[in-house]
Nanobody, 109 residues
Framework: QVQLVESGGGLVQPGGSLRLSCAAS??????MGWYRQAPGKEREMVAN???????NYADSVKGRFTISRDGTKNTVYLQMNNLKPEDTAVYYC?????WGQGTQVTVSS
């Protein structure tokens, strides 16, 4: 079974940017996505990308976040710009039934 490893989280001030990476241990043919879970809240979809590059975004991140994938590296990225305190959460990479371990993103001054 493929494994997913996220990286790139951290502490950033409001208005700042971060880029998350998700490296898969093998070739991914299906949809890859980013989800997040804030304390006391349910996990929610942030963005996903299909094999042909079709993307979907949560309304709350449209225009600020961009998802992309590099098939040669089996990696998916999430570029996050103009971050807000409400973006604070653990971000998880997903494909099918496989989840990464998550990476913490904290937006605070």
């Amino acid at each position: 079974q493929v494994q997913l490893v996220e990286s790139g989280g951290g502490l950033v001030q409001p208005g700042g940017s971060l880029r998350l990476s998700c490296a898969a241990s093998g070739r991914i043919f299906g949809i890859m996505g980013w989800y997040r879970q804030a304390p006391g809240k349910e996990r929610e979809m942030v963005a996903n990308i299909g094999r042909t590059g079709t993307t979907n975004y949560a309304d709350s991140v449209k225009g600020r976040f961009t998802i992309s994938r590099d098939g040669t590296k089996n990696t998916v990225y999430l570029q996050m710009n103009n971050l807000k305190p409400e973006d604070t959460a653990v971000y998880y990479c997903n494909t099918g039934i496989v989840w990464g371990q998550g990476t913490q993103v904290t937006v605070s001054s």
